[in-house]
Structures are given as C-alpha cells and as structure tokens.
C-alpha cells in the first residue's frame, strides 16, 4: 500500500508559480509511473503530467505543456509539479497518482486557485 500526502497548493495571481509536492510512504521501487491529475468543478478528471519510474521519461497534457515540469526526488520518496506562468484555468484539485503493477493509489488532493 501507498500513503500519498500533497502539499503546495493555494491561490497565486495570472502568471505567478506555484510548486506542488506529493509524498509517499514507500520508496518508489515498485512504482512504474507517478502522476499528477486535476479535477476542476464540475469537470472530469484529467491527467496533468506523468512520469515513468523506469527510465524516467515524462509526458504532459497539451494544455500544460512549456508552463508545468514534474520532476522526483527518489532520495525523498518525492515527486514535484513546478507550476509557470499559471492561468485561471488552471484552477482546480491536484492529485498525486501512484500507479504500480495491479493497483494505484491516490491523494486526498490539494487545491490551486489562481486568480486573473
């Protein structure tokens, strides 16, 4: 099993940053991918960016893409969402994703507002 805790959330102004952080409670070994999703009201859930535990490579959704970087520390059991140049669009709950061989685990999210 894997806790997931994030943190960084909250309001930022049109075209500030914001850096998300998700910790878990186990290494990432067992891990094949990380990822970050978001879910704004009244919206499905989508996928923001993912990274793979086996080589490392990563894939952002379009609409994200030159503005978020996800990044791990495996050291700290870690993974990170640098957010730039953020729109109000952006606005909504980010979760952390662990997907391992037959399961995957979530958190509990973490809200990002961002203001025009």
């Known amino acids: 099993q894997v806790q997931l805790v994030e943190s960084g959330g909250g309001l930022a102004q049109a075209g500030g940053s914001l850096r998300l952080s998700c910790a878990a409670s186990?290494?990432?070994?067992?891990?094949?991918?990380m990822s970050w999703y978001r879910q704004a009201p009244g919206k499905q859930r989508e996928l923001v960016a993912s990274?793979?535990?086996?080589?490392?490579?990563?894939n952002y959704a379009e609409s994200i893409k030159g503005r978020f970087t996800i990044s791990r520390d495996n050291a700290k059991n870690t993974l990170y969402l640098q957010m730039n140049s953020l729109k109000p669009e952006d606005t909504a709950v980010y979760y952390c994703n662990a997907r391992l061989r037959f399961t995957s685990y979530w958190g509990q999210g973490t809200q990002v507002t961002v203001s025009s």
């Open positions: 990274i793979i535990s086996d080589g490392g490579s990563t």
């Open positions: 186990r290494s990432f070994d067992s891990i094949v991918a």
